[in-house]
Each structure stands twice: as structure tokens, then as C-alpha cells.
């Protein structure tokens, strides 16, 4: 089997009283497509936010290429809730923000798209770019950065060629069509040169046609780029067609894991989405 | 002109250009700003000395923590240019014109205000109410060689170190030291409370001198400041008493004075108010009227001065302040003469000897002329020292009377 | 007991003045509570309400002139809301917050043509303006009034704003803007109704502060506008309570410091206190939290 | 406007694609004519400056209007190209103007200067370019400490929290105790000034071309990036912390040469007049200027100093025409009507003059050639 890059461990994340992930424990192996699927509310995106570290969890950890990147132990009354008699378990905290992972190597986008309305779509692909390059504020502004600064144009304007973005490059972002925007929104993720992608329901909001053409999408980005992709989705067809596993949450919590043929079968699967029949 | 025209015609175009194609009612209302500022432009391009006018430039608040103070000041100026209005030089009559700008009391508003006048091309300057300001736009003045003769601004900076800046006013190290006999003199007082506010040249300057004066006097004093647009003064008031201080020597701007003595009598302290020449004001009766305070200030002028000039200039000037209604409202609404308005007066008057004297309106002529100026004014003899003050050796004190709001005179105080 | 009785006068206006910041920063923190808008001019409002006052009692007499500056104000209030907050309602916060400073500059730049920049002084008002001994101290009898006075009104107000049903509109619009007015609540009238009660609170601070120092310029506002709204954060934008509490906290310390000498840094403090609260508790005392969604 | 104009000194049109990487030396090759224009700038100043009488209102307007354009840009990188909403400018001008005046005060006008300090402790005298990099240096100092804990803060919070600390750093700056160094309350003064409208026009240029330049840098992408949205700006890998600091304190740096320009341009420093009200007008030049152009900024302090110093002030004295005055003018009017048109601006035209438009050379060029294009047109038919 091919080699885990993504691992979490017991990832619970509770909001005031509200308990939206709990003790979750996943494994993402390289070179996979994993979806993570789940009714409304299941806890999905919180899952991708505590791996990204947009949120702190309040318990579990999570580790990309077998280093531990979050990591956190409760304080207080949720160390008794979370701990309990395995109080003695020893944690490093591990807390960074978001951009750290993002150099790391796991890429994201937004279940909304979040482009960044006032750039063009050529800057908003350059920003992505913005980290890798080897400059400080001085460099930058007397543009002795210009061999960094070639680069990442060079390398932002192959991507765009790539996406079919190119004609669009000057464009305001906020000014594509729905479906542009997100793929604009994947290359802008692709950009900062990832090994994981995480995709927060790339096909919501498209038709038939465009989901399969989605589809094929990822799984040619997947192949060009090395990539391992994990995504969260509502569209079926789509998650059953490209994914290799698929994780199911259901209140926070998991409640059926394998191949989509297997998760296709699973009664408690049929049971979160269609309701239980007599449920009183 | 031209290049302001068409500065302003590149806007107008950038204005097009910009909301080009959005034809309708923004670029209607944006021709049209873009047309009034064209006419803006005209207007202010207006005025320069021409024909026979000498411009006497007026650098004086009528705004800001020193606006009342200011406007008493103008109209002494004014008063007095409606008594003497033209002036002879070489067989030719020239009419004195007043340029009269607004500094805002303020020392970064202060010396756009002066470069305006500059740029009329004011002879002489009067002003300002206010040391900081005048300091502030001192090198404006200098760098155009227009010389300015200072009216009231009594802190020792201003004329210090430069050849034309006069000032017809006694100054601070003068006035403290008056004051800090006139306190140990009258109250026997061993213990002084200083309160002035931040960032006041004029406040903290003469706080500062009379502390000195104070304590070689063998007194102790406690110092305060306060920050501008403070109007809580209880606290201080409170550690005035709580010091056992026999008097409170606040040299403030009249604004704050009104909120200091009101204070002082709501909270029943009976501490005499002692201040320098700014309490001189109506304002400060007004604030004391029907209270049992005791107050002193310092001044250079008393309103039942009974010299010749003196009382003519207080009888004339309540005539034309009570002819003009809306002069009178500048000067708070009644007719009290101010010490600053006779100062104004004076100074104004020494302007036009020293044009007299010059033969001419160039003011480097008339800078050179002022040197040698003397001139008997209402304010008393006035010739200037190898500085640029005038020689002074006298203060009045004055008290106000709680009762009907005047001031009683208490004393000719001069230094020991 | 010494010490109390050297103290006490700063201690009765730190209370005083207390309860004048928390009449201003009711105003301040129901505005946020449902706008999310720093009203900026709320303290220039107060201003006014002072020349409002001066300008009225110079012809008429008080019975009237004390009304009719409370009607003044509270129009004002409204007025400032429709024209220069309403149309910028869907407009970025930004804008919103500078026309906010600009309703400011324009109230001040007003009152500076009008009165000539000079200070006015206010007129007295019988009974309140007399003087009183506590203890050592002696003071105005405003100064004993504003606390209970104040007090008074929050509980008027807190029960209008729990029971009543444009109250509840009003809370309902503070928890969510989109959603409250999808179930109805029309959204204009209830802005309008928290803009008159602010004005209506500042206009009765106004009459309590200028009694108390007797004069008003064009400038009068700002500070006590600016240390209103650090109560209104200290306490926990939003709350009412809250605000309330930290202008009285702000009001007293403001006079210790000065107890203490530290004059020059009385303004200073509030501000400090300010940022430590923002840093330790950005909330404030009694703020909710909100976590944003992603 | 078309977004293809949205860049001054030329970022991406396909065109420049091949040439825009390259050295300082091709930035300037490429940006030719822009230098020429701003040198002809200085060529128009200063034969104005041989030809206008040099009390001429002009040229305060273009010092004070420089110096304000310089601030306004500064305000701008933070404010409307970073997003962060800070209202400290006047706090950073202080320290700016009080650190340019401290240092180059000249020993022999000490004594006179610190009169209630005993000529001050600080006895020795920096260059004045030094001192004008002190300044900004300073002010950045006091930004990057101050930003620590404040920058964690959202819109309004920060707005206020910033506003808080420049008035504490005004009351520590009237402090007593820091009399031998401050001079307390009182006037800072006889240090040297400029006399050539130049000057300001030069330091205020290459500071903004600095910026200018920071701006359209990855640097400046990425800041524009958090403006528009923090949470997907995190997640293309930029620090938040360290951006939003790396931009309060660059913008204050140069709020700090500003402060130091403002100082040689009154002539005297004071702390008093660096307060709220002083930022406020700084925040409405950049509204009205439009929140996010560089452009916009400029041209705008220029208008607003002209207004308010200038163009305005016949509002403010009493006017007659015959024997008629004119109602309303008086003194307080022309601030009455000023904010009257800021007002209108800010209901009406929320986007300022240029919105986040720049005024480009090829913009202008494009222009130029239209006007050109339609009057030929025109002699054809």
C-alpha cells in the first residue's frame, strides 16, 4: 500500500456546548482520491478547518508525511470529557495557523468560493506563489526579487494555459461565471505547489454536465500533478466515480469508511441520508 | 493663472476620463464641481496692494481656545483703523486697508493662515492673541521680511532671536514675577497651586515664571497641567485644597478660566483665583457674577484708567462698540473694554507711525522704521528695546466685583 | 477615614462623571449592538443638545427650552441616521464609519460657524446647579442626581428592551440583521427608534454635564464621546449593563489618576485601559462571543 | 474604466510581458516616461518658484499638499490596500515631527529652545536626511510594538484601539518628566526647514514611488489578498501576523517622514495638534481620493489642501458687493461648506474621485490619442 500522508487522530472539535466532531480518526494514503461525505451539518467542513488549523481542535491531532502538524490536548473540564482516565496521555500542543500548513503542502478550497474579488485572475494565482519565492520586503520593493518574480509569473501563466484561465487573466475575479470561479479557485489552491488538495465541495451549485466535467478535472489534475486529493461532496455520481474511499460522517461522527461500493451498501449510510423510516 | 486654469482643466478632463461613458447625473454634478472650483480659483486670485492702499495684515484668532481673546483684540484693531484710516507718506495719501485672517489659535493651522496674508502683501502685521501661534508663523513673517508687532502674545520666544517680531505687551518673566509679589504681598502666601494647560506656550510659560518668582519669594508652589478640551477640573481644584494652597495661580485661556471658577464655586473653595492677562475678559465676570470667588488677574490696561488718552479711548470705543451691534456681540455682548482691545489699539497705532516713519509701504523700510518708534498710547509710553519688546515697568491688578460684574482696580504692581 | 475625606471629592465626580459617560454610551453601544457603526457623531449630537439648550433658554423659559432640546436632539438623531447612515446600509462597514467621522466634522464645523468657535455658557438650571456638602466635600447637587438618574433610566430601558415588542425587534436585530428582517421586523423604523433613544440619553447627559461645567464650544463633544464609546467596548459592546458599568469604572479611575498627580496622563489611561481590555477580552466585559463561520 | 488600465507603472499587459523582469535599470527603461513627467514636475516647480512672487498661496498649497500626499499614501498602504482600518496616523506623524525636531535642533539654539529644561539632555545634532530616516524609523519602532498586540484586532476594534494609542503617545509626549528630552508641552523649534517647494515634492515622491513600488511587488499582491479576504489569504500561505505588521509599520514609517516633513513645514513642532481630528482629515483625503489608489490619494490632498487653505477661505471673511453682503460668509463658513462637500462626496461618490483606480501613463496615453483620434475625425468631416 501506498504511503499515508494524512492521518488524524481522535479529532474532536467542540463549539461552546456543541459537539461537531468527534474522535475522529482518518487515513489518507498518497495518490488516493478520498471523499468525506456526510448529510448537512455533519461536521465536514469542520473537519477540513481543524486540519488546515482555521480552527484549534480541542482535542485529537493530525499528521501529514508522519509529522505531527496539530495537535492539541484539552484544558480543564474538557480534558475530563475528552481524557478521561487516559489523563496521564502526554500531547505536544501543536497549534499553527493556517498558512504554515498551507507551506506544508495541503492546498484547500472553500465550500463558498473565497477568491479575492479585487485582484485579476492572474493575481490571484500569483498570490499563491507569494510563499514559495525567496524574498523579503526589501528585495520585493527594489524588485531584486525579479528572478523569483519570473518564476512565478512563468509558472502562474502555465497554469492558467493549463485551466484554460489564460483569456480570462486580466479579468477581476469577482467578474467569471460560477463555474470559472471555482476552477480559478483550484488552480489558485494548485498554485501553492501542494501534495494534498483538500476540495470542499468543488461540484456545488453544478449541473449534471459540469460535474462530470469536474470529475475528470480532478482526476487529470490528480495525475498531472502528483496530487493526493481529500474532498468533501454531495454529488454522488461524482464521489462514486473518482474516489478511491470514501468516509462517511454523520453528527460528528464516523460512521462508515471503504470503497464506494462498500459505503453503498452500508444500512447505517442508507440510514443518515434517507432517515430511518420509523424514527420517532 | 493660466497654469492654475489649466491644473484644474486637467482634473476636469481626469474627471471625464475616469467616469467615462457614465454619462447622466454624476458627470452633470461633477462638471459642475469641477466649474465652481474654476470660480473658486478666480476668486482667490483676487486682491494684491494696488493704487493707493497700505494692507495692514491682522494674524489673529477669531476661533479655537483664543477666539474670544482674539476677536476683542480685532476689534481694537478695528476700532482704532476706523479712527485713523489713511495715512500720508511723501505728499501722497494711502488708505489703510485690514487684511484680517483667522489662525485658528491653532500652531498648524497658524502659518497657512500667515502665508494667505503674506500673499496679500500685507505691509505690517498685528498679532497674535496666543504666543504659540505667533511663534508658529514667525518664520513665515520673517522669510517674507514682513515685520509683525505682537499685540498680547507675552512669552518671551516670540521676539527672542529674530529682527521682526516687536510686541507692544509687557512679557511673562514680567508678568509672573508681578504676579508672585502681588500674591505674597496681598495673601502673605507660602504656598502656591500652578495649574496650566499642555501644549500652551503662553499658560505653561507663565506658570513657569511665576513658580520661579514664587519660590525666590520663599513660597513652595504644587503644579498641575491639564490637557486641551479638558472640562473636568474638580480634581484639580480638590488637590489645590487638599495642599492647603493659599492661592491658585491658573493662567489659562478664558475657556477653561470660565469652567475653573465655576467649579471652584460649586465646590465652596474659597482660595483666591490669581491669573495673568487672558482673565482680563468678560467672560471670566460672567463666570464669577453672583459667586462669592475672589479673583485677580494681571493686565495692561484698566478700563477706569484716568489719563487722557485712556479715558477718551474707553468712551469712543464703548460708542462704536454700542453702534455696532455685531461688533458688540464679538465682544461677548456688553462693553467692556478689554486690556487686548487697547492693546490692538496701540499696536495698530505703532503700525502706522512706523509706516509714517518709513515713508513707504515696503516693509523692509518699515521694519527698519519700527526700531525707532515711539509712541504714547493708551496702553501707556511705548518704545521698543533692542529686542523688539516694548519697555514696560508696570501692571495693573484688577479684581472682579462678584456683585455687579466689573472689575475693581486693586493696584499698579511693579516688579521689586 | 482621612483619607476618604480628602478623596471624597474626587470620588463624588468620578461618579458623577461617570454617569454622564454611561447616558452617552448607551447611545454608542445599542447603535453597534445593531448596526455594527461606531456612531462617531453621537458625541457632536451631545454637543448640540448643549447649544441647543443655551440657544433656547436665552428666550424662553426653562419649562420649555429643557423639552424642546430633548425634541431638538432626538430629532437630530433621527435625521443624521436617515440621511447619512441609512443610504450607506448595504455599503462596506468602512464607509459607513466614515460617514461617520465626516457627520462629525460637519456637526463641529457647524456649531464653530455658528457660535464662532466660542464658549457658551450654559444656563443655569434652579436646584440642580445649587451646591451641597457631603461629608467634606462640597458639590453640586447634579452631581448626586446623575447617578440615580442614570441608573433610573437603564432600568426604564432595560425593561422596554426586554418587554416590549419593539424592544424584542431590537434585540432580535442585534443576535441577526438578515434573518430579522426576513421575519418581518421592518428594519428602518427600529434603527430609527435606537437612534432616538440614544439622542433622547445624550440630550439628558448633555443637561447633566453642562450643568456641571458650565460651558459648551463646539469641541465639548469629542472626548466625552470618545471615553463614552471606550465604556461602551469596556463593558462589552452590545450590552447595556455593560456599558453602563464601564462608564462608571471609567469615570471614577479617570479621577484617581488624577489623585494620584498623573494628570497629564488622565486621557491617556482611558485609552490604555481600552487596549488592555481589547487584548485580554476583546468582547469587553459582558460581550458575547462570536466565532466567524468559514 | 477598463480593468486592463488598473496599474500604474505598468504591472502585467501582455505586451510588457517580456520585458517587465528585469533589473532596477529596466524598471527605469521601462517606466521612462513616467520619470520624465515627474522630472518635468520639478522642472514646472521650480521655474514657477523663479517666476510666481514667493508669497504666492500656490505654494503653500504644494508643500503642505505634498507633505498631506505623502501621509495619505501611507495611510493608504495600511488602510486601503491592506484592509487594516487603523486611525494612529497623527500618533506616528508626532513621533515623527518630535524626533525629527529633537535631533536636529542646533546646539547654540538648545538653551533657548529648552528654556524650562536647562537645553535639554540630547546634545549632539544628526544630518537632516539622517534625521528624516530617524523619524520614519521611530515611528515604525513605536508601530511594530504597538502592532504586536493591536493587529489581532477586527475592523472597528482596531480602528479605536490604534485612535487610543495615539493619543496616549501624545500624552507621553507632553509629559513633564520627559521635559529635558521633549520639551514638554512646549515648542519645538529652530530646527532646519525647507525653503524650496522642492524639497517636500522630492522626498514626498520617492517615498511614494517607494510605495508605489511596494505595492505592486508580491508583497503588495499579498496585502491586497488580505484586504479581500483574510481566511483565503491564510490559506495560499500568507502569515497574517507578519504581513499586516510588515504594512502597519511600513505605513508608518512613512506617516514618520511625513510628520518630519510637516514639522519643517510649520516650523515649529507642538504635540497638541497631533490629535483624532488631525487623522480624520488624513482618512477623508484618502476617501475622497477613493480607498485603494495611490492616484487618487495624491490628487486629492492636493484638492483638499487647496480647499480648505486656499480656494475656500473668501467664504470666510465678510464680503460685500456694493453696498450688499453677501449673507452667510463669516468667519466658520468655509468649514461649513467644506464639510458639506465631503459629506456629499462620501453619500454620493463612496468611491472617492478614482475608486481603486490609478491614473495610468498608458491610461493617459490612450486618452491623449483619443482626444487626438476624435479631433481629426472631427477636421475630416
Given at each position: 500500500?501506498?504511503?499515508?500522508?494524512?492521518?488524524?487522530?481522535?479529532?474532536?472539535?467542540?463549539?461552546?456546548?456543541?459537539?461537531?466532531?468527534?474522535?475522529?480518526?482518518?487515513?489518507?494514503?498518497?495518490?488516493?482520491?478520498?471523499?468525506?461525505?456526510?448529510?448537512?451539518?455533519?461536521?465536514?467542513?469542520?473537519?477540513?478547518?481543524?486540519?488546515?488549523?482555521?480552527?484549534?481542535?480541542?482535542?485529537?491531532?493530525?499528521?501529514?508525511?508522519?509529522?505531527?502538524?496539530?495537535?492539541?490536548?484539552?484544558?480543564?473540564?474538557?480534558?475530563?470529557?475528552?481524557?478521561?482516565?487516559?489523563?496521564?496521555?502526554?500531547?505536544?500542543?501543536?497549534?499553527?495557523?493556517?498558512?504554515?500548513?498551507?507551506?506544508?503542502?495541503?492546498?484547500?478550497?472553500?465550500?463558498?468560493?473565497?477568491?479575492?474579488?479585487?485582484?485579476?485572475?492572474?493575481?490571484?494565482?500569483?498570490?499563491?506563489?507569494h510563499m514559495r519565492a525567496k524574498q523579503n520586503v526589501l528585495t520585493a520593493t527594489l524588485r531584486l526579487n525579479w528572478r523569483e518574480e519570473k518564476r512565478a509569473v512563468e509558472e502562474s501563466m502555465a497554469l492558467l494555459e493549463e485551466q484554460d484561465l489564460l483569456q480570462y487573466k486580466d479579468d477581476l475575479a469577482s467578474s467569471l461565471p460560477y463555474g470559472l470561479q471555482r476552477r480559478l479557485e483550484i488552480s489558485r489552491a494548485l498554485a501553492t505547489e501542494p501534495k494534498l488538495l483538500l476540495l470542499d465541495e468543488p461540484a456545488a451549485g453544478m449541473n449534471p454536465q459540469e460535474t462530470q466535467e469536474l470529475a475528470e478535472f480532478i482526476v487529470k489534475i490528480k495525475n498531472k500533478y502528483d496530487l493526493t486529493v481529500f474532498m468533501i461532496e454531495h454529488h454522488m455520481d461524482l464521489v462514486m466515480q473518482i474516489s478511491d474511499r470514501i468516509y462517511v460522517l454523520d453528527f460528528g461522527k464516523l460512521i462508515a469508511h471503504g470503497t464506494p461500493s462498500e459505503v453503498q451498501r452500508n444500512q447505517r449510510v442508507i440510514d443518515a441520508y434517507l432517515g430511518v423510516a420509523d424514527d420517532a | 493663472m493660466t497654469i492654475k486654469h489649466a491644473s484644474i482643466m486637467v482634473f476636469l478632463k481626469l474627471e471625464i476620463l475616469i467616469r467615462g461613458g457614465n454619462l447622466g447625473m454624476k458627470r452633470a454634478i461633477t462638471i459642475i464641481l469641477a466649474l465652481?472650483?474654476?470660480?473658486?480659483?478666480?476668486?482667490?486670485?483676487?486682491?494684491?496692494?494696488?493704487?493707493?492702499?497700505?494692507?495692514?495684515?491682522?494674524?489673529?484668532?477669531?476661533?479655537?481656545?483664543?477666539?474670544?481673546?482674539?476677536?476683542?483684540?480685532?476689534?481694537?484693531?478695528?476700532?482704532?483703523?476706523?479712527?485713523?484710516?489713511?495715512?500720508?507718506?511723501?505728499?501722497?495719501?494711502?488708505?489703510?486697508?485690514?487684511?484680517?485672517?483667522?489662525?485658528?489659535?491653532?500652531?498648524?493651522?497658524?502659518?497657512?493662515?500667515?502665508?494667505?496674508?503674506?500673499?496679500?502683501?500685507?505691509?505690517?502685521?498685528?498679532?497674535?492673541?496666543?504666543?504659540?501661534?505667533?511663534?508658529?508663523?514667525?518664520?513665515?513673517?520673517?522669510?517674507?521680511?514682513?515685520?509683525?508687532?505682537?499685540?498680547?502674545?507675552?512669552?518671551?520666544?516670540?521676539?527672542?532671536?529674530?529682527?521682526?517680531?516687536?510686541?507692544?505687551?509687557?512679557?511673562?518673566?514680567?508678568?509672573?514675577?508681578?504676579?508672585?509679589?502681588?500674591?505674597?504681598?496681598?495673601?502673605?502666601?507660602?504656598?502656591?497651586?500652578?495649574?496650566?494647560?499642555?501644549?500652551?506656550?503662553?499658560?505653561?510659560?507663565?506658570?513657569?515664571?511665576?513658580?520661579?518668582?514664587?519660590?525666590?519669594?520663599?513660597?513652595?508652589?504644587?503644579?498641575?497641567?491639564?490637557?486641551?478640551?479638558?472640562?473636568?477640573?474638580?480634581?484639580?481644584?480638590?488637590?489645590?485644597?487638599?495642599?492647603?494652597?493659599?492661592?491658585?495661580?491658573?493662567?489659562?485661556?478664558?475657556?477653561?478660566?470660565?469652567?475653573?471658577?465655576?467649579?471652584?464655586?460649586?465646590?465652596?473653595?474659597?482660595?483666591?483665583?490669581?491669573?495673568?492677562?487672558?482673565?482680563?475678559?468678560?467672560?471670566?465676570?460672567?463666570?464669577?457674577?453672583?459667586?462669592?470667588?475672589?479673583?485677580?488677574?494681571?493686565?495692561?490696561?484698566?478700563?477706569?484708567?484716568?489719563?487722557?488718552?485712556?479715558?477718551?479711548?474707553?468712551?469712543?470705543?464703548?460708542?462704536?462698540?454700542?453702534?455696532?451691534?455685531?461688533?458688540?456681540?464679538?465682544?461677548?455682548?456688553?462693553d467692556i473694554v478689554a486690556a487686548v482691545s487697547a492693546l490692538g489699539y496701540d499696536a495698530y497705532m505703532v503700525a502706522v507711525k512706523a509706516i509714517e516713519a518709513a515713508g513707504s509701504p515696503d516693509p523692509q523700510k518699515i521694519n527698519d522704521a519700527l526700531w525707532g518708534v515711539t509712541y504714547t498710547g493708551v496702553t501707556g509710553d511705548i518704545a521698543f528695546d533692542d529686542i523688539g519688546d516694548a519697555i514696560r515697568d508696570v501692571a495693573f491688578i484688577k479684581s472682579a466685583n462678584t456683585s455687579d460684574g466689573s472689575w475693581n482696580f486693586v493696584a499698579i504692581q511693579s516688579v521689586k | 477615614m482621612e483619607f476618604l475625606n480628602t478623596n471624597l471629592p474626587y470620588i463624588l465626580a468620578g461618579i458623577s462623571v461617570g454617569g454622564q459617560y454611561a447616558l452617552i454610551a448607551i447611545g454608542y453601544t445599542m447603535v453597534y449592538g445593531i448596526l455594527r457603526l461606531i456612531n462617531f457623531a453621537h458625541g457632536d449630537i451631545f454637543m448640540v443638545a448643549g447649544f441647543a439648550m443655551v440657544y433656547l433658554s436665552a428666550t424662553l423659559p426653562l419649562y420649555i427650552s429643557i423639552p424642546l432640546t430633548i425634541i431638538i436632539t432626538v430629532l437630530l438623531g433621527f435625521a443624521v441616521e436617515r440621511m447619512a447612515y441609512k443610504p450607506l446600509r448595504t455599503a462596506p462597514r468602512m464607509s459607513i464609519m466614515i460617514s461617520a467621522i465626516g457627520v462629525s466634522y460637519l456637526l463641529q464645523n457647524c456649531a464653530w460657524y455658528i457660535t464662532s468657535g466660542l464658549a457658551k455658557q450654559y444656563p443655569t438650571i434652579p436646584w440642580i446647579s445649587e451646591s451641597i456638602s457631603i461629608g467634606t466635600a462640597t458639590t453640586k447637587i447634579v452631581t448626586v442626581i446623575t447617578p440615580i438618574l442614570t441608573i433610573v433610566l437603564v432600568i426604564a430601558l432595560v425593561i422596554l428592551i426586554k418587554y416590549t415588542k419593539i424592544g424584542m425587534a431590537m434585540r432580535a436585530m442585534a443576535k441577526d440583521f438578515e434573518t430579522s428582517q426576513l421575519m418581518g421586523v421592518k428594519i428602518n423604523s427600529v434603527i430609527s427608534f435606537t437612534f432616538i433613544i440614544g439622542s433622547f440619553l445624550a440630550a439628558i447627559g448633555s443637561l447633566l454635564y453642562f450643568t456641571n461645567y458650565a460651558t459648551v464650544t463646539p469641541i465639548a463633544g469629542a472626548m466625552p464621546g470618545l471615553k463614552a464609546f471606550v465604556a461602551a467596548v469596556f463593558g462589552g459592546i452590545g450590552s447595556i449593563p455593560g456599558a453602563v458599568i464601564g462608564a462608571f469604572i471609567i469615570g471614577i479611575c479617570e479621577n484617581i489618576i488624577r489623585m494620584f498627580g498623573w494628570t497629564t496622563f488622565s486621557d491617556a489611561f482611558t485609552f490604555a485601559l481600552l487596549i488592555i481590555i481589547l487584548v485580554a477580552k476583546p468582547t469587553g466585559l459582558f460581550g458575547e462571543k462570536s466565532t466567524d463561520k468559514v | 474604466m477598463n480593468e486592463k488600465n488598473r496599474n500604474i507603472n505598468g504591472v502585467i499587459t501582455p505586451t510588457e510581458k517580456a520585458n517587465i523582469f528585469s533589473n532596477s535599470l529596466g524598471f527605469i527603461k521601462k517606466n521612462w516616461i513616467g520619470f520624465t513627467l515627474l522630472a518635468s514636475l520639478y522642472a514646472i516647480i521650480l521655474v514657477l518658484e523663479q517666476v510666481l512672487p514667493v508669497s504666492s498661496m500656490l505654494f503653500v498649497v504644494l508643500k503642505k499638499g505634498a507633505i498631506y500626499a505623502l501621509v495619505a499614501v501611507s495611510m493608504n498602504l495600511c488602510n486601503g490596500f491592506t484592509g487594516l482600518f487603523s486611525l494612529g496616523q497623527a500618533g506616528f506623524m508626532l513621533i515623527g515631527a518630535y524626533i525629527y525636531g529633537i535631533f536636529t535642533i542646533p546646539l547654540e539654539a538648545r538653551a533657548a529652545v529648552y528654556q524650562y529644561f536647562d537645553g535639554g539632555i540630547i546634545n549632539f545634532t544628526v544630518p537632516v536626511p539622517v534625521a528624516l530616516i530617524m523619524a520614519g524609523l521611530a515611528a515604525a519602532l513605536f508601530a511594530y510594538l504597538i502592532g504586536l498586540p493591536v493587529l489581532r484586532l477586527k475592523s472597528d476594534y482596531l480602528a479605536i484601539a490604534t485612535l487610543g494609542f495615539a493619543e496616549i503617545i501624545r500624552a507621553f509626549f507632553q509629559w513633564d518628566k520627559l521635559g529635558p528630552v521633549t520639551n514638554g508641552s512646549n515648542l519645538l523649534r529652530r530646527f532646519p526647514v525647507f525653503s524650496s517647494t522642492l524639497y517636500p515634492f522630492v522626498v514626498s515622491s520617492i517615498c511614494i514611488t517607494i510605495i508605489v513600488l511596494l505595492i505592486n511587488s508580491s508583497y503588495g499582491r499579498a496585502f491586497k489578498a488580505i484586504r479581500d479576504d483574510e481566511v483565503a489569504a491564510e490559506a495560499m500561505g500568507i502569515n497574517l501576523a507578519k504581513h499586516k505588521q510588515l504594512s502597519f509599520t511600513i505605513s508608518s514609517f512613512f506617516a514618520g517622514v511625513g510628520g518630519a516633513l510637516l514639522a519643517m513645514y510649520q516650523t515649529t513642532v507642538q504635540a497638541a495638534p497631533f490629535k483624532a481630528a488631525m487623522t480624520y482629515e488624513i482618512l477623508l483625503i484618502v476617501v475622497i481620493g477613493g480607498i485603494g489608489s495611490v492616484t487618487g490619494s495624491v490628487l486629492s490632498s492636493f484638492l483638499f489642501i487647496a480647499c480648505s487653505e486656499w480656494w475656500l477661505r473668501f467664504l470666510d471673511s465678510e464680503t460685500y458687493i456694493g453696498s450688499f453682503r453677501i449673507p452667510l460668509l463669516a468667519s466658520g463658513f468655509r468649514k461649513v461648506v467644506f464639510s458639506i462637500i465631503i459629506m456629499i462626496i462620501v453619500l454620493f461618490y463612496s468611491q472617492g474621485i478614482m475608486g481603486t483606480n490609478e491614473i495610468s501613463i498608458d491610461a493617459l496615453l490612450r486618452f491623449f490619442k483619443k482626444l487626438f483620434r476624435k479631433g481629426s475625425k472631427e477636421e475630416a468631416t
Open positions: 500500500m501506498a504511503e499515508n500522508i494524512l492521518h488524524t487522530e481522535k479529532l474532536t472539535m467542540q463549539f461552546g456546548g456543541v459537539v461537531a466532531l468527534y474522535n475522529l480518526t482518518i487515513d489518507v494514503n498518497e495518490g488516493e482520491i478520498v471523499a468525506l461525505i456526510g448529510p448537512n451539518g455533519a461536521g465536514k467542513t469542520t473537519a477540513f478547518n481543524c486540519i488546515t488549523g482555521v480552527y484549534e481542535p480541542t482535542y485529537g491531532s493530525v499528521s501529514f508525511c508522519g509529522q505531527t502538524i496539530v495537535s492539541n490536548h484539552p484544558q480543564g473540564k474538557m480534558k475530563k470529557l475528552y481524557l478521561g482516565e487516559k489523563g496521564k496521555e502526554k500531547l505536544k500542543r501543536i497549534t499553527p495557523t493556517p498558512d504554515r500548513i498551507t507551506k506544508l503542502g495541503i492546498a484547500r478550497t472553500f465550500q463558498n468560493i473565497r477568491l479575492f474579488d479585487s485582484l485579476t485572475v492572474f493575481e490571484n494565482v500569483l498570490v499563491a506563489k | 465652481c472650483m474654476v470660480l473658486m480659483i478666480l476668486s482667490g486670485c483676487g486682491g494684491g496692494t494696488s493704487g493707493n492702499v497700505i494692507k495692514i495684515g491682522v494674524y489673529e484668532p477669531s476661533s479655537g481656545d483664543n477666539g474670544a481673546g482674539g476677536k476683542q483684540e480685532v476689534l481694537g484693531i478695528e476700532y482704532a483703523n476706523s479712527v485713523l484710516n489713511s495715512v500720508e507718506i511723501g505728499g501722497k495719501k494711502y488708505d489703510l486697508k485690514l487684511e484680517i485672517v483667522d489662525n485658528e489659535s491653532s500652531n498648524d493651522k497658524g502659518p497657512s493662515a500667515a502665508a494667505k496674508l503674506v500673499s496679500a502683501k500685507c505691509s505690517v502685521v498685528i498679532g497674535s492673541y496666543g504666543s504659540g501661534v505667533s511663534i508658529a508663523a514667525s518664520d513665515v513673517f520673517g522669510n517674507a521680511g514682513i515685520p509683525v508687532i505682537g499685540a498680547s502674545c507675552t512669552n518671551p520666544q516670540v521676539t527672542e532671536g529674530n529682527t521682526h517680531y516687536f510686541r507692544v505687551c509687557y512679557l511673562d518673566p514680567f508678568q509672573g514675577t508681578v504676579l508672585a509679589n502681588f500674591a505674597v504681598d496681598e495673601f502673605k502666601a507660602k504656598k502656591a497651586y500652578i495649574l496650566t494647560k499642555l501644549g500652551d506656550d503662553y499658560s505653561v510659560g507663565l506658570g513657569n515664571y511665576f513658580k520661579i518668582a514664587f519660590e525666590n519669594l520663599g513660597g513652595t508652589v504644587v503644579e498641575e497641567t491639564f490637557q486641551e478640551g479638558n472640562s473636568d477640573f474638580t480634581a484639580y481644584l480638590t488637590t489645590a485644597v487638599n495642599e492647603k494652597a493659599d492661592v491658585i495661580f491658573a493662567p489659562t485661556s478664558t475657556e477653561a478660566a470660565s469652567l475653573i471658577i465655576g467649579q471652584a464655586v460649586s465646590q465652596g473653595i474659597k482660595i483666591p483665583l490669581l491669573a495673568g492677562d487672558t482673565w482680563d475678559s468678560s467672560v471670566i465676570l460672567d463666570a464669577a457674577k453672583g459667586s462669592d470667588s475672589k479673583i485677580y488677574v494681571s493686565t495692561f490696561f484698566d478700563e477706569g484708567d484716568d489719563s487722557a488718552a485712556g479715558s477718551k479711548f474707553v468712551t469712543d470705543f464703548k460708542k462704536w462698540l454700542n453702534d455696532n451691534p455685531e461688533k458688540l456681540k464679538n465682544n461677548g455682548g456688553n | - | -
